[in-house]
């Protein structure tokens, strides 16, 4: 998944456009990656998690939200991602799928 989408990356750049952001799909695998981090990938999946889920209510929002929201009740782990960087990051996805999670951490001790 990671070498598809840096060849996808590079073949927009190539043509002068922004990289798609990820689909369900890719978000699903990108999940699994975060759990159990690939050596010297752990920038890059942390970049993709961040910046290449798009904020809103698709499907892909919509899994990473899950995800995130796993992390904060501690029902899910990554190495790469504690309760403070998903409450964080959830805060970044500008409304939809995180708002309940995001206020569920409000009760969090």
Not at 7 to 21: F, K, L, T
Not at 51 to 69: S, T
Request: charged share 25%; hydrophobic share 40%.
């Amino acid at each position: 998944m990671l070498d598809e989408y840096r060849q996808h990356v590079e073949e927009r750049a190539s043509q002068g456009i922004a990289p798609e952001p990820l689909n369900p799909e890719q978000t699903a695998a990108l999940i699994e990656l975060l759990k159990k981090p690939p050596t010297n990938e752990e920038d890059f999946i942390l970049d993709l998690i961040t910046n290449r889920i798009p904020a809103g209510v698709d499907q892909a929002a919509y899994i990473k939200a899950g995800f995130l929201a796993a992390i904060t009740k501690g029902e899910a782990q990554s190495p790469l991602i504690d309760k403070i960087k998903a409450t964080e990051l959830l805060g970044t996805m500008l409304g939809g799928y995180n708002i309940t999670p995001l206020i569920a951490c409000l009760d969090d001790d």
